[in-house]
């Protein structure tokens, strides 16, 4: 979910506002814009976690004090859509979340994914091969989110964590008749985890979609499209790029902007696969990925459809434009004296476990290891003249209380054939990536790909 960001530089120094000047850099709280107003709930734009903003409480409000959570919480209570976790599940363990603990979070989920595991073990051992995979299938999504908000991406536990999602997943696969086995990408000197799923029976080529993630999701937290696409005859491919899920942990490739690079041969190895139309293949990416996705359409003439969800034109200005709205000075200091921005962000580093995880996972996901350096990376995530170059027939989704994405200034830039959709309070879909409003999410896309692929 969230996913494909940092809640950081931006994040942390809202809390700069509510101490006293700073001797190094001169940051007074006065000058801060007030941000106790903000009623978004973004995972990916948040930032004040120490104060209840007018208006949060709504439908919405699950009750963490920490609201970035409070949402990526909704998120896992969305996934109960698909069968991924169960509803009293979730409000079970969040319940045992202790918010002082910076492994709270973590721990907590981890010891729902092991009891689900466990759970599916006897099963299975017991020759009930269906109610087992059910549950390897929450049990894996329940270790993916103890890494959600796991505060050292470089702790010994994280790998462990990851090959434990990794393989619960397989079981369900494996054990549910499901269309999807795991595949190996080649990519580089390496290869990129991924999942190829196809509609049994099928008698001949048939669209293909491409579905990846951003910051914080997996490609096993694709199962609504590979679900809605199969269940309409696609196939589906979700898979892991660097910077995302299983290949950030256990391959340490960090993201890169020129994202051609990682969807060419990924439609390469499409083309190699007999079920697929080569002229019907869409790429479909979510958070981070609605920069990602755009770039590699540019560059990538094979995609005969893109979906962005939201649009991003210039990751770089939007972090830059945050940094400027909680005080206008942040990025003037950034740019002109990157050591006294750097020591600003440690200091607070030391007094909030909120920023230590916002920072260090950021600065992780994107290979930096500074905060200006992370600054300075996602600077090339701009698509600009690209953005002419896209071809493909493109879909661009916004939201209501979308801040971070720039949906309306991607769709219009574009020269290429081209929608646009807006997801609304009214529909309960209003926030990033439409976290627990997977139903109407699939409805509009699969009914937009449906008339143009």
Request: aromatic share 10%.
């Amino acid at each position: 979910m969230n996913r494909s960001t940092l809640i950081s530089s931006i994040a942390l120094l809202g809390i700069a506002c509510t101490s006293g000047p700073d001797p190094d850099t001169g940051l007074d709280p006065d000058d801060c814009v007030d941000t106790d107003t903000d009623t978004d709930t973004d995972s990916d734009t948040d930032t004040d976690t120490d104060t209840d903003p007018e208006g949060r409480a709504g439908w919405w409000d699950l009750g963490m004090t920490d609201y970035v959570l409070n949402e990526v919480a909704l998120y896992y209570l969305g996934q109960s859509w698909m069968g991924a976790t169960d509803v009293a599940e979730v409000l079970e363990t969040l319940s045992r979340v202790d918010e002082s603990d910076p492994y709270g979070w973590s721990h907590a989920f981890q010891d729902t994914a092991e009891r689900l595991e466990a759970v599916a073990r006897t099963s299975e051992e017991a020759g009930h091969p269906f109610s087992a995979a059910m549950a390897y299938q929450r049990a894996s999504t329940y270790y993916r989110a103890s890494l959600h908000r796991h505060p050292d991406p470089f702790a010994d536990d994280v790998p462990i964590l990851a090959q434990a999602a990794v393989d619960a997943h397989e079981r369900y696969l494996a054990l549910s008749g499901s269309p999807c086995r795991p595949v190996a990408i080649p990519y580089e000197d390496t290869t990129l985890p991924g999942y190829w799923c196809t509609p049994p029976g099928a008698t001949s080529p048939a669209p293909t979609l491409i579905f990846h993630e951003g910051k914080d999701g997996w490609a096993e937290d694709g199962k609504f499209v590979v679900d809605a696409g199969i269940a309409r005859g696609y196939n589906v491919l979700t898979f892991d790029g660097p910077g995302i899920g299983k290949t950030i942990r256990r391959q340490g490739l960090p993201f890169r902007p020129d994202w051609e690079a990682v969807i060419t041969p990924v439609v390469d190895f499409l083309q190699d696969q007999p079920e697929v139309d080569d002229d019907r293949i869409g790429l479909v990416a979510v958070s981070l990925g609605g920069y990602l996705a755009p770039r590699a359409a540019a560059y990538e003439p094979r995609l005969a459809v893109l979906v962005a969800n939201p649009g991003v034109n210039d990751w770089g200005a939007a972090n830059l434009a945050e940094l400027g709205y909680i005080d206008p000075r942040l990025p003037d200091l950034y740019a002109t004296d990157k050591a006294a921005f750097d020591a600003a962000i440690y200091e607070l580093m030391e007094v909030s476990d909120f920023i230590r995880w916002g920072v260090t996972d950021s600065m992780w996901h994107y290979g930096a290891d500074s905060p200006s350096g992370f600054l300075d990376a996602v600077q090339e995530y701009k698509l600009g003249d690209d953005v002419k170059k896209i071809k493909a027939r493109t879909l661009i989704m916004d939201a209501d209380a979308e801040t971070r994405g720039q949906a309306l200034e991607l769709f219009e830039d574009l020269e290429t054939e081209k929608a646009y959709i807006k997801f609304s309070e009214e529909e309960a879909a209003q926030f990033h990536v439409q976290p627990g409003a997977t139903a109407i999410l699939t409805h509009r896309l699969f009914d937009w790909l449906d008339d143009n692929l």
